[in-house]
């Protein structure tokens, strides 16, 4: 009989695993705010935040931990470990996960490609480092940074100092790619090392935020290869049980990585149409340590976020919904300018036909102007 | 902004229609009891049954009302419509739906093929019919019958009365058919009448139940449009909102109307994954008066049920999941032989393959051994 699975955090991440959840009558109970997006859709809601306290109600409610974000005390999920909880990924994996210089001294050690790099706090190694690789410089603290958030980058000297004054403390710093795409590979894991592995996706940014998402990537099979052989190897280095998500950069031909989320990812919500077993339920099922499901194409895919605008996306949903062959999602949380609120996905064989559908039915949510 | 969508009952029904509820974040509110399937996955369940205390108590929770099973006070849901609560579909509808005898006498008003029938507590007039179209007989109580339970075979006067006697009322009567095929067709419909038909489903029963579906049904193009025409025509007649599942027999290559059902329908779990719109969320955008979604074949599919058989499915999930390219789901119900416990959904365009692959998921769920 399956466990039950806490899961810390209750936004859209949340609330997209509980439909494989119901569908697969896996007992899940959230760590959660009683106002988050996943939370009207869950009976077993422990409100409290991952902290000690919350985490060790969440421990005692179900049979295996897992994370929907990584902002978690881990001192705690450690010692839940060493209690004898099962906590998938593990504190060590998501120790990792979360911490940018952390990430490239293990993987540097394991030969995974990444870009020169640095850490440091101190504004004269930064320059010795713009003295061999050139301005400008990517400077980023180690943890905390999403969508864009806690990506600084460095013109010169004097920017490089205003930066590590703000920050207070270490940043990595790495040169400025001239990146020709980005992908991101998600591989399932579980517990005694079985995975399964998607096809590389394509990931646009706009402001350092995921906008777009095409499955698969417009890339050559060579570097397709190598960008999956890195992913695997990246989970099989941390022992990552769930979902990874490996984003990587496309550099002259030669994949490197950016950076990883030990959890179900926004580049890989493009699955729950494009693949016949979605990110999600493939999630569940590495937790649950039961086997996994098919990660290949069902069909060629294209997501777009829906960001807030100048109104709610729900007032216009009548509209976005007479469009055919687009799938609406929104997670049902507040309407915020800038706030990621639902994504849309196109499906097609032709992707660019497929990016163009998505896109209208975005611009139909945001703008309320259907095309 | 969409309506609060008040649901009467938990079962596996409403259940699914919570996955697409989230998706299109679509609130809803669940009249049931908290140990009901779809419990687990809604924070907001009114505890409490389809009387009129319960149902005041939902319709003051909710902006409208529909419903996942007929077993309802209708005498209230009329009264809360005359109050000014929107129910959808109408107690007028439901009131149809409900009573065998009842949609004969309307439907056969509106032309819609029925086979030879007759309304009566009188035995004398049961063995008239008899005398007119021959022996057996299939004899139903108006209300109250599903999965085969409320269908009696008559083979003789004395059987017949034995029935009657039973009873202990009006039986719909009519003589047992030499069905080729039976078929359902799933129409939604929107309160100003706007409709969208899935095509007709093939149905093979066993004792009575529902047990495995292919889509589309393996007919010919004219029994098939005439069974989408008559389905068509019936939901006009009754003023359906929402799904209505129009169950028909084909006999010697004509459609007869069977039954009704004005809700999501076990012959519409393909459509999951069988059809670009599911049933479900079909039926939450008709009775949210959104614009209806696309009714056509996504993929060929066959669907088999999960019936309980000597062991609890879930101890056998495992094995099933190891099956690539079958759906599973399971709906969270307490194991009892002979209960209805979840299904598969296998696709492809060889119906026959599907067809063994949902039955081999379906085996090693119910039996422990998959193949």
Partial sequence: VPPVIGIVGGGQLARMLLAPAAR?????????????????FCRDLIAGRPDADGLRRLAEACDVLTVEHELVDLDTLADLEREGHLVRPSSATLAIAVDKARQRRVLGDHGIPLAPWLVTDAADRVEAFADEHGWPLVLKPPRGGYDGRGVFVADDAAAARAVLAEVGGEVVVEPRLPIDVELSVLVARRPGGETAVYPAVETCQVDGMCREVLLPARVPPAVEQEAVGVALRVAEAIG??????????????????????????NAGHVTIEGAVTSQFENHLRAVADLPLGDTTIRHPSVMVNIVGGDHDPLEHLPGALELRDVAVHLYGKAYR????????????????????????????LVEGTPR
């Fill in 240 to 265: 990552s049980v769930g979902i990874l998500a490996v984003e990587l950069f496309v550099v002259g031909g030669e994949v490197l990585l950016n950076e990883l989320a030990a959890r179900p990812h």
């Fill in 337 to 364: 300018p800038g706030r990621k609120l639902g994504h849309v996905t196109a499906t097609g064989d032709d992707l660019d036909d497929a990016l163009r559908r998505a896109q209208g039915a975005a611009t139909a």
């Fill in 24 to 40: 697969l009558a896996l007992p899940v109970v959230l760590l959660a705010d009683p106002e988050d997006a996943a939370a009207p």
